[in-house]
DNA sequence: CAAGTATACCTAAGTTTATTAGGTATAAAA
DNA sequence: TTTTATACCTAATAAACTTAGGTATACTTG
């Protein structure tokens, strides 16, 4: 009944950054990553996550390459260039934003 | 273009740790009150807070107290019994979602 | 004094972005 | 052989915003 996931808005900045750190990554391996990352904290799902992929391509943001992998079809994503300086920008307010956050809920100096 | 609000989901936790600090407040009050300590970073719209304060009251978070000041009606809200413990799971949440993010976020050490 | 700005509340339509709950398929493990 | 892990996908629903209005009073300013 809790946590209804705090995760809106700030998807795509993470997997941009995701990329950015570790280059060529598909889309079942950026899950893995957060999910380890945060100690199992943040659970991102395939029903966000691959519709996120998709608009980040179709924004032109990402470039995809398919390949088969034992036996199986990975689609390996990267930044492209307009996606890496995206990916600078929404870090940076993402941060901000961060910190804006962090302020107000420094506890009260009564 | 930019900057589609970072906010979804935050909002009610936001405003619940405002109360919890101020005591009584009125919805006009907390939006002045976010936008001034966050140097005009975050900034609450009417349309966001007004249906969040209402809910969180359905929910018994929240009493309720009209006012007349100085010709104008104010609505003070407090925290219930509830609304305290709400307040505190919440933020506690929030901090935890918060260090997640900020782990991803970290510059990667290469 | 009139007009604009600030204060103070509100809602409805539309958009975005997630959740939930499926689906397909192969490979590895039990 | 059945389950789990890997790997992709989408559609219906829900939540929570933005945008763009509306009403009304008080204060400030040319």
């Keep these: 009944m809790v946590n209804k996931s705090l995760l809106k808005g ?3 900045t993470l997997v941009l950054k995701q990329l950015a750190d570790n280059g060529q990554m598909y889309g079942y ?4 990553k957060i999910k380890a990352a945060t100690a199992h904290q ?5 029903g966000a996550l691959y519709p996120s992929l998709h608009k980040l ?4 943001l990402l470039t995809v390459e398919r390949r088969e992998v034992s036996g199986r079809t990975r689609k390996y994503y990267a930044l492209s260039a307009k996606g ?3 990916s600078q920008e929404q870090q940076q307010q993402l941060q901000a934003f961060l910190n804006s956050v962090q302020t107000l809920l420094q506890p009260k100096t009564n």
Tied chains: 1, 2.
Aim: aromatic content about 0%; proline content about 0%; overall charge negative.
């Design 42 to 46: 943040l659970k991102v799902t395939e």
């Design 29 to 32: 391996e950026i899950i893995q």
């Design 57 to 60: 391509e179709e924004q032109g």
């Design 10 to 12: 700030t998807l795509s």
């Design 84 to 86: 890496k300086k995206a």
